[in-house]
């Protein structure tokens, strides 16, 4: 019936369904929603065979179609993987349920009181690329808090997606939620995504992640209102007070501890009171690993001068530019000032951190620096929804309206105001 609908067709009848679901899950109780958390999470060790087999087929899919070794690895499911899907499971299943719970109540002169309760969005759509894990995070996360879920997967996991789309629905049914709770879109027609991004009347939220491609193009055409962030063009600031040795280690966590991540150091600012101390000392280990070195004119000649070679200048696009590899702009600046006016102009709101041992220079970064995460004597790669006792995230956000930073079950809720009365009337 659907193969005749056209695209518009398909995502109205899948949003209706996913509409008419959000409304059960909304109402499910806590002992509910976890028990189809934990249900998953036996049905993924029960299964694994299984679903490696449906993997493989992706993978030998992307192999011919001549996908890069990076892009496989993100791809393949393997022990250690549904180890983890399983581990995030049971985490967010053991995390509070904010759902229904009410806080700040305030009694009021008329003898009301006003309190605000925490509900879920509705119908969440999730875009994202390759990693089948994103599959059961999306999952985990928009059921414990109370929405229904549509998942929009990249093609080169449609078999993988498929296999956990059936393990989901299963572990729906099993606890007495219907399986349009969640609904994961297998058909690769790329003008269901064109609809799915301006369904407003069903869906509620968009949530992309992938790609800046990606996100670019949901930024210019959805009409569906989105959490995301485009770059992580993030900094890491070392201060005149900086305890040097200690800096050292974080600005080599920051960046060479994984290149590809969205909270990784993009961009080394250093203050001139120590440039000559410090810079030789972390940039020779950074050309150790291999990392490559733009920097400014007067980073470039205190390395220069202490005789470490095969360094770049920095042109302007280098301080605006989400490398997400192993290669670092480097500059030299005066103050906190001038560091801090360097991350608001160049940054992309995402993750700054200072190193400081000055307690009025770390309370004026932390305050000035417009970003979703601002960070203090460590390393920007701690910006993550598991790192910060999320659980899990489902991305994010360097937005400024309804969530900031790693969006995790709360950042999939928004309140609503209560009123409690007994009797009072407006004068």
Not at 107 to 113: H, L
Not at 222 to 236: F, N, Q, S, Y
Not at 291 to 298: G, N
């Amino acid at each position: 019936m659907t193969e005749t609908l056209s695209a518009a067709d398909k995502i109205a009848v899948i949003g209706k369904a996913a509409k008419a679901a959000s409304f059960q899950i909304a109402n499910a109780s806590t002992q509910q929603k976890n028990a189809v958390l934990l249900k998953l999470a036996d049905l993924l060790g029960d299964n694994l065979e299984d679903l490696m087999k449906a993997n493989a087929l992706d993978l030998d899919a992307g192999a011919k179609a001549g996908l890069s070794d990076a892009f496989l690895d993100r791809l393949a499911i393997t022990d250690k993987v549904v180890a983890q899907m399983v581990e995030g499971l049971r985490q967010i299943a053991s995390l509070r349920d904010p759902i229904g719970e009410v806080v700040d109540i305030r009694p009021q002169p008329s003898g009301i009181e006003v309190g605000r309760m925490r509900t879920p969005l509705g119908v969440v759509a999730i875009i994202y690329e390759s990693r089948p894990n994103v599959t059961i995070d999306a999952t985990a996360l928009c059921i414990k808090s109370g929405n229904a879920a549509i998942l929009r997967g990249g093609s080169d996991a449609k078999h993988s997606n498929a296999f956990l789309a059936s393990l989901i629905a299963q572990a729906l049914q099993a606890c007495g939620l219907p399986s349009d709770t969640v609904q994961i879109i297998a058909d690769p027609d790329r003008d269901l995504v064109g609809e799915l991004i301006r369904c407003r009347h069903y869906v509620d939220v968009l949530i992309p992640r992938g790609g800046k491609g990606l996100i670019s193009r949901l930024m210019s055409e959805a009409t569906v209102p989105m959490i995301k962030h485009l770059e992580g063009i993030c900094h890491t600031y070392v201060d005149e007070t900086a305890d040097l040795s200690l800096a050292v280690k974080v600005c080599d966590n920051a960046k060479t501890q994984r290149y590809s991540p969205c909270n990784a150091m993009e961009t080394l600012l250093v203050n001139e009171s120590v440039a000559q101390e410090f810079l030789p000392v972390m940039c020779a280990l950074y050309l150790k690993k291999n990392v490559e070195l733009r920097c400014d004119p007067q980073s470039k000649s205190i390395l220069n001068a202490k005789g470490l070679t095969g360094i770049k200048d920095a042109a302007e696009e280098d301080w605006s530019t989400e490398y997400n590899a192993p290669i670092l702009s480097v500059k030299v600046v005066r103050n906190i000032d001038e560091a801090i006016a360097h991350i608001n102009t160049y940054g992309s709101h995402h993750t700054d951190a200072i190193i400081t041992n000055n307690l009025q220079h770390s309370e004026k970064f932390l305050r000035e620096v417009d970003s979703s995460s601002v960070m203090l004597n460590t390393s920007t790669r701690f910006a993550d929804g598991f790192e910060y006792g999320l659980g899990a995230e489902i991305g994010i956000s360097t937005d400024k309206i309804h969530a900031r930073g790693p969006v995790g079950i709360e950042g999939l809720t928004s309140l609503k105001y209560v009123v409690y009365g007994h009797g009072e009337l407006r004068k």
